[in-house]
């Protein structure tokens, strides 16, 4: 019998080299999966379903995977407020692991000997895939046609070509990979220290001249509502998207460290996430005490930047996830964020939970809850030591 391989297919050029690779030149019985994780139109996937079957492939699955990947991490992200380097909210990192998880349980439902991608010897995404599968399927064999054989895109096409696969593959300017969480832009710009990328290579253009006020509802830290219309977080999600990217809100080029240990740029669009975060941020800012907020900080950075690198599956996210969940209690309110072309800021937040309560004064005015010969004796006692500190050592100065 055959070995059987599944690829993780999108149907562009090098996906399209290893499905013929693989099943005409190391004789695989050849299974692909596309996995959507929010970038996909009903068209969009059955186009690549129809690429797939014409390859000669002996199944092809779509994965869905919106709700689950939301549920079991962007939920986190925004319980976080995650952006790496205080710019980027992980549009493709997260979304990458959670399309190598899906291609793994599949493979464990047909019972392959291998799992194959199409990824390169040079960014992220290798990483990624190749520790998922590591961890999941162990002793499945892990195939990489183009980083193994370094092929060049010009070398993948006259292959195809002569294996009777000719398509228009004029390279487009711009890659663009788009999510639920935020759409990655990657050009000649993105390669050098010193450009930006232009207007026209964003997918979503400005449209958008006026200006307008969103309302955005929370419950326990879930954006469960849009101007007074509740609905599931992901439509919620997606339909801000809609509102907000085109004014150009979210853009930006984010500079960090690949997991290989070079740097590497690449744009973004993120409209929703962007204004989510600001939002959320915001609301947690009005409701939880200074050490939530201090603690949330450090802890949110530090899962951010595991996601990034595909630790996903590591036990100790689960245990981090815990505490982000349970900081949400308290943040639940209405937030509302004024838009504009390429700029957007918070107008303000009602919450019941809102520690600001003028119960209990109102800052810089006037306070309830204390004397004046209270804030006397406290602030006599909060700086002794360091009082203590300046008489002991006076000579130093």
Same mark, same amino acid.
């Given at each position: 019998?055959?070995?059987?391989?599944?690829?993780?297919?999108?149907?562009?050029?090098d996906?399209?080299?290893?499905?013929?690779?693989?099943?005409?030149?190391?004789g695989?019985?050849? &299974?692909?999966?596309?996995?959507?994780?929010?970038?996909?139109?009903?068209e969009d996937?059955?186009?690549?379903?129809?690429?797939?079957?014409?390859?000669?492939?002996t199944?092809?699955?779509?994965?869905?995977?919106?709700?689950?990947?939301?549920?079991?991490?962007?939920?986190?992200?925004?319980?976080?407020?995650?952006?790496?380097?205080?710019?980027?909210?992980?549009?493709?990192?997260?979304?990458?692991?959670?399309?190598?998880?899906?291609?793994?349980?599949?493979?464990?439902?047909?019972?392959?000997?291998?799992?194959?991608?199409?990824?390169?010897?040079?960014?992220?995404?290798?990483?990624?895939?190749?520790?998922v599968?590591?961890?999941?399927?162990?002793?499945?064999?892990?195939?990489?046609?183009?980083?193994?054989?370094?092929?060049?895109?010009?070398?993948?096409?006259?292959? #195809?070509k002569?294996?009777?696969?000719?398509?228009d593959?004029?390279?487009?300017?711009?890659?663009?990979?788009?999510g639920?969480?935020?759409?990655?832009?990657?050009?000649?710009?993105?390669?050098?220290?010193? =450009?930006?990328?232009?207007?026209?290579?964003?997918?979503?253009?400005?449209?958008?001249?006026?200006?307008?006020?969103?309302e955005?509802?929370?419950?326990?830290?879930?954006?469960?509502?849009?101007?007074?219309?509740?609905? =599931?977080?992901?439509?919620?999600?997606?339909? #801000?998207?809609?509102?907000?990217?085109?004014?150009?809100?979210?853009?930006?080029?984010?500079?960090?460290?690949?997991?290989?240990?070079?740097?590497?740029?690449?744009?973004?669009?993120?409209?929703?996430?962007?204004?989510?975060?600001?939002? &959320?941020?915001?609301?947690?800012? &009005?409701?939880?005490?200074?050490?939530?907020?201090?603690?949330?900080?450090?802890?949110?950075?530090?899962?951010?930047?595991?996601?990034?690198e595909?630790q996903?599956l590591?036990?100790?996210?689960r245990?981090?996830?815990?505490f982000?969940?349970?900081t949400?209690?308290?943040?639940?309110?209405?937030?509302?964020?004024?838009?504009?072309?390429?700029?957007?800021h918070?107008?303000?937040?009602?919450?019941?939970?809102? #520690?600001?309560?003028?119960?209990?004064?109102?800052?810089?005015e006037?306070?309830?809850?204390?004397?004046?010969?209270?804030?006397?004796?406290?602030? =006599?006692?909060?700086?002794?030591?360091?009082?203590?500190?300046?008489?002991?050592?006076?000579?130093?100065?």
């Amino acid at each position: 019998m055959k070995k059987k391989v599944v690829l993780a297919f999108s149907g562009g050029l090098d996906t399209t080299y290893c499905a013929k690779y693989l099943s005409e030149d190391l004789g695989y019985e050849l &299974h692909t999966a596309i996995v959507n994780t929010g970038g996909f139109s009903t068209e969009d996937l059955k186009d690549i379903e129809k690429k797939a079957y014409e390859l000669g492939v002996t199944s092809h699955a779509t994965l869905d995977l919106i709700d689950k990947y939301y549920e079991e991490c962007v939920r986190f992200m925004v319980y976080g407020n995650i952006l790496r380097n205080n710019t980027y909210p992980l549009s493709v990192s997260a979304e990458r692991v959670f399309q190598a998880i899906a291609i793994a349980d599949h493979a464990k439902k047909l019972g392959v000997n291998a799992v194959a991608h199409g990824s390169t010897g040079a960014g992220n995404d290798q990483v990624r895939f190749d520790m998922v599968f590591t961890i999941l399927n162990p002793e499945v064999e892990i195939i990489t046609p183009i980083r193994d054989m370094k092929l060049s895109r010009e070398e993948e096409i006259e292959y #195809l070509k002569k294996k009777g696969v000719v398509r228009d593959w004029t390279k487009a300017a711009y890659s663009i990979n788009v999510g639920i969480w935020g759409t990655s832009v990657g050009g000649k710009e993105t390669l050098t220290s010193d =450009k930006y990328l232009p207007e026209s290579a964003f997918p979503t253009q400005v449209t958008k001249t006026g200006e307008e006020e969103v309302e955005l509802e929370f419950v326990k830290g879930q954006l469960v509502g849009l101007n007074g219309k509740r609905m =599931k977080p992901t439509d919620a999600i997606i339909e #801000l998207q809609k509102i907000a990217a085109p004014y150009g809100i979210g853009r930006d080029i984010h500079v960090g460290d690949t997991i290989i240990g070079i740097k590497g740029r690449v744009g973004f669009e993120a409209a929703a996430p962007m204004v989510i975060i600001k939002a &959320h941020h915001t609301l947690e800012k &009005h409701t939880l005490t200074k050490w939530q907020m201090y603690w949330k900080d450090q802890l949110a950075t530090w899962y951010g930047a595991f996601i990034h690198e595909g630790q996903f599956l590591e036990p100790v996210m689960r245990n981090l996830e815990k505490f982000l969940e349970d900081t949400q209690a308290t943040v639940s309110g209405k937030v509302n964020v004024y838009l504009a072309p390429y700029r957007f800021h918070i107008v303000g937040i009602t919450s019941p939970h809102d #520690l600001m309560s003028s119960k209990f004064g109102k800052y810089g005015e006037e306070n309830n809850a204390w004397t004046g010969d209270d804030v006397k004796g406290f602030s =006599k006692i909060f700086g002794n030591q360091t009082m203590i500190f300046h008489r002991v050592n006076e000579d130093l100065n």
